[in-house]
């Protein structure tokens, strides 16, 4: 069998080991939320999370058994299709006034978790088909609007947090197909110009690391003094896309520096997982017994803040487990994407390497109140059917496209 002629070192199966152990862990913490509810077994949070475990394994393994040509093949009509299932909750009646869902009775689809992974598959097929390398900034244009133009859909749903991890890959993808840094560097500017402009002595500081920068690989003046003014530009500009933001948005960045503002409003949920988080110690206070869990007082537990959970009941070991267990993860993904011989699958395993990778930094951040709080799970651990699916159906591709080594 193909399977036992690998290596070990190259036989993709063995992340199935570390997600298994992840798994364990998010069955173990989800028990613990479930038992202290009051509904009915078959409505919590573990037993939904077990049947869309069985779905997600099936996809999983329909994802691996798809041959490498139709994924190429095909990649425009299912990106097509993935747009549109991104905009049909804008023609959907929701009540919660958040356009993310498409409800088939009482389930519900969010598109834009399949969205993410999706817009690699046509931006690998893109630039594994370019005969020219991206030496240039005009060739960057194609690329990151294939990206781009889904996660400005879904970011007006509002769904800051997917959207800023559907555009997390771009930039890793960029290098890993030999884009000139310099370039790299240009895109992400901007963002910087933006985010330091709220601060007079980071903006002076990234004015002079602009410059230098500049100085060093612009060859052409007039556009290092373009590159320059429009970051100067941009950053003057902060105040105007600080009022694009919905108000819960701008609160939530507030409280992130300064919590005492609003500690039973939007800061409640990061001290809270403070709280939960410090009090597990190095060992926990043990399975179903820890107090910010069971008392209610850890929101979103089952989802966005299960790592708190884990740190309350496990402690600090089992969650340097779980980062160990999404490290190795994420590093075999990248091992598989370098051996690989064929570029259009190795883009994609750098792809959904970089998704993983910014999903974990979100939400891990974001618990201990380094970043404001976002709506983002956590890989094999958190609640969510549609989340737990497309992660399966990411490890389905990645099993799949690691199959092709080279020689």
């Known amino acids: 069998m193909k399977l036992l002629t690998w290596s070990h070192n190259r036989n993709p199966f063995i992340i199935l080991i570390p997600i298994s152990i992840l798994l364990i ?11 202290h509810q009051n509904i009915a077994f078959y409505k919590s949070a573990f037993f939904r999370q077990l049947v869309f475990l069985v779905i997600g394994i099936i996809a999983m393994i329909a994802m691996y058994s798809l041959p490498l040509r139709l994924y190429h093949k095909y990649s425009i009509l299912i990106y097509a299709v993935a747009v549109v299932s991104i905009l049909i909750p804008y023609f959907m009646n929701n009540p919660t006034g958040a356009n993310r869902w498409i409800y088939f009775g009482t389930v519900g689809v969010q598109p834009s978790e399949y969205a993410k992974w999706i817009s690699i598959i046509l931006l690998a097929r893109y630039l594994s088909d370019r005969k020219k390398r991206m030496d240039k900034l005009s060739s960057f244009f194609i ?5 781009a133009f889904p996660a400005l ?5 509002p769904d800051l947090g997917t959207a800023t991890i559907m ?40 004015a002079i ?27 003057l500009l902060a105040p105007v896309l600080w009022n694009v933001l919905q108000p819960y948005q701008q609160k939530r960045i507030l409280t992130l520096f300064n919590p005492e503002l609003d500690p039973l409003g939007a800061a409640y949920q990061i001290i809270q997982s403070q709280t939960a988080i410090g009090s597990g110690g190095l ?12 008392l209610k007082f850890l929101p979103v537990q089952e989802s966005d803040f299960i790592l708190s959970v884990i740190g309350e009941e496990f ?32 883009i994609i395993l750098v792809g959904v390497a970089t998704i993983f990778l910014a999903q974990i930094f979100v939400n891990s951040a974001m618990t201990v109140g380094l970043i404001p709080v976002k709506g983002l799970p956590l890989p094999f651990l958190s609640a969510g059917g549609s989340f737990l699916v497309s992660s399966f159906m990411m490890i389905g591709m990645v099993l799949n496209f690691a199959s092709h080594w080279s020689d």
């Not at 060992?283 to 069971?294: A, D, E, P, R, S």
């Open 25 to 35: 862990i998010s069955f173990l913490a989800l028990y613990s939320i479930s038992v």
């Open 143 to 147: 690329p990151i609007a294939i990206i």
């Open 153 to 157: 859909i879904v970011f007006g749903q």
């Open 167 to 206: 555009m997390a890959p771009i930039i890793a993808i960029l290098y890993w197909v030999n884009a000139r840094q310099y370039h790299l560097f240009l895109i992400i500017a901007p963002i910087i110009s933006i985010i330091t402009a709220f601060h007079t002595i980071s903006f002076t500081i990234w």
């Open 209 to 235: 690391v602009l410059t230098i920068v500049i100085i060093l690989s612009e060859k052409k003046l007039w556009n290092g003094v373009v590159v320059f003014f429009g970051n100067i530009f941009l950053g």
């Open 283 to 294: 060992f926990g206070k043990g399975w179903m017994q820890g107090t910010q869990t069971h």
């Open 315 to 346: 402690g600090f070991f089992t969650v340097l487990l779980v980062f160990i267990m999404y490290a190795f993860i994420i590093y075999k993904m990248l091992q598989f994407a370098y051996i690989t011989r064929e570029k259009f699958t190795s």
